[in-house]
């Protein structure tokens, strides 16, 4: 159980690097605050999009 929990820690993390990535915002730190925060983390990048220049 503990390892599909993990899973979807990383998981979260590798989503909001691809969102990131997609909206133009730093990748890194969407991708810790996705293991961080998990899904919280991934509706904040859906919720956020694209950044303006």
Same mark, same amino acid.
């Not at 599909?4 to 990383?10: A, K």
């Not at 993390?13 to 133009?24: L, N």
């Not at 991934?42 to 919720?47: A, K, Q, R």
């Given at each position: 159980?503990?390892?599909?929990? =993990?899973?979807?820690?990383? !998981?979260?993390? /590798? !989503?909001?690097?691809? /969102?990131?990535?997609?909206?133009?915002?730093?990748?890194? #730190? !969407?991708? =810790?605050?996705?293991?961080?925060?998990? #899904? /919280?983390?991934?509706?904040?990048?859906?919720?956020?999009?694209?950044?303006?220049?």
């Amino acid at each position: 159980m503990e390892f599909l929990s =993990v899973l979807i820690w990383i !998981a979260c993390g /590798f !989503a909001c690097y691809k /969102f990131a990535e997609k909206q133009g915002r730093n990748t890194v #730190l !969407a991708a =810790v605050l996705g293991v961080v925060f998990g #899904l /919280f983390a991934v509706v904040g990048y859906l919720i956020a999009g694209d950044k303006k220049q």
